[in-house]
């Protein structure tokens, strides 16, 4: 073989090892995490129809950035959903927003959008400063009659309600936080920001995780309380609240509004979120409340919630997520009627005895020692009590958030 065949051979197996860009290379993609989530549950009130309105709600975030963007869900729809006149500002006190700071929502470049029965949205990325556990105004115009299908229950925030279109302006003059579906807000379902190297923690549960009884629009329940301690710490993670009241693990809410069941949204409330990395169990109480005694309609057994909870770690490891279960809070005396038995308060004791003490979860919260009464086992304290002897108030919220050790997501 001649010395010019042995070049063109050596060149040839160069070329076979160098790295190849192909001409369609991306840059990497960019990194969002969850800051704010409300699970959405159909509307207790499927009737509800809202028309020329504009609607701002207030919400607090838990992950600062430098962009963000919106989730918008019509999950329970049965009609294409149209808004107008989307804007996200940070927000002043009340209603009032900066308006240095407004800025007009878009999806694929149009100003308005319809979101498709049972589809979710997402917006256009905005460049904005937001700082971690501060107040967005989310604006949106309501153009049409349109049902109130979609909602979440409880009103963490504020909503503010003003005839016509009035997505931009500084202070609406009209605030209310019952559009016709009680203390409930449509349609946002998500705000995510970008520019922070951070992951998410959700927490999964039912109303005391929601924030049922929590003085709203305050930031006291116990994810956003978790999430300022975790801060103040130096740890940068982001707490996202994925609580529905009266919702439980292994059946669909006893009425409509309390949502689909905990296992059966698993999926789409914590494994679809974006860059999470762990999630907080507490769930089950409304099993056991919610049904009356063996062979009743939805009686689940102290074992059959033991496989459900163990579902959720199974479920939470295949996707690479840490979690956290948290012991079941005290509810003797609880006011609700038929709510609370002997043997309901044994099956509560048994999957608490076993959380203790099981293996498959990253680690435990015992959130029942945290709110029980010293002298009264099985009670919630006096002092942490809202009224009706199963909710905590904001000193118990506050003392559950004390009782998550933050070890758990300090990686530093």
Do not use: C
Request: net charge negative; glycine share 10%.
């Amino acid at each position: 073989m001649n010395r010019s065949a042995v070049r063109a051979i050596a060149f040839a197996l160069t070329l076979a090892v160098l790295p190849v860009t192909p001409a369609f290379a991306k840059a990497p993609a960019t990194a969002w995490v969850p800051t704010w989530y409300a699970s959405p549950e159909p509307s207790g009130a499927p009737d509800a129809k809202i028309n020329d309105k504009t609607l701002r709600q207030i919400v607090r975030v838990s992950a600062g950035g430098t962009s963000v963007r919106l989730r918008l869900s019509n999950a329970y729809g049965t009609t294409p959903l149209k808004l107008d006149d989307i804007h996200v500002a940070k927000r002043i006190s009340g209603s009032r927003i900066d308006t240095a700071t407004d800025q007009r929502v878009t999806f694929n470049g149009h100003n308005g959008v319809t979101v498709a029965p049972g589809a979710y949205v997402l917006s256009d990325p905005l460049t904005m400063k937001v700082l971690a556990d501060s107040d967005l105004a989310v604006s949106f115009y309501v153009p049409g009659e349109t049902p109130l299908a979609t909602v979440h229950d409880i009103q963490r925030g504020a909503l503010y309600v003003a005839p016509g279109r009035a997505s931009n302006l500084s202070e609406l003059p009209e605030a209310r936080t019952d559009i016709g579906v009680g203390n409930a807000f449509p349609w946002l379902a998500e705000i995510e920001v970008s520019g922070t190297d951070t992951q998410a923690i959700i927490t999964f549960g039912d109303s005391i995780t929601d924030g049922y009884g929590i003085t709203p629009d305050q930031g006291r329940t116990w994810p956003e309380l978790l999430s300022r301690r975790l801060h103040e710490s130096g740890i940068n993670v982001s707490v996202v609240n994925a609580g529905l009241s009266g919702n439980r693990l292994l059946h669909h809410g006893q009425w409509a509004r309390f949502g689909d069941g905990g296992l059966a949204r698993f999926d789409r409330d914590v494994l679809a979120q974006p860059n999470a990395s762990a999630v907080i169990v507490l769930i089950g109480i409304n099993d056991l409340g919610h049904a009356q005694g063996p062979g009743s309609d939805g009686y689940v057994s102290a074992d059959d919630l033991i496989d459900g909870l163990s579902q959720t770690a199974a479920r939470a490891h295949e996707r690479g997520l840490k979690i956290y279960a948290a012991t079941l809070t005290p509810f003797i005396g609880t006011v609700f009627e038929g709510y609370y038995s002997d043997e309901k308060e044994s099956r509560r004791q048994t999957i608490n005895a076993w959380i203790r003490r099981q293996t498959v979860f990253d680690g435990i919260i015992d959130f029942d020692k945290a709110v029980e009464a010293p002298d009264a086992p099985g009670h919630l304290r006096p002092d942490y009590d809202v009224g009706d002897h199963l909710h905590p108030n904001d000193v118990g919220a506050a003392a559950m958030a004390e009782a998550i050790p933050l070890g758990f997501f300090d990686k530093r």
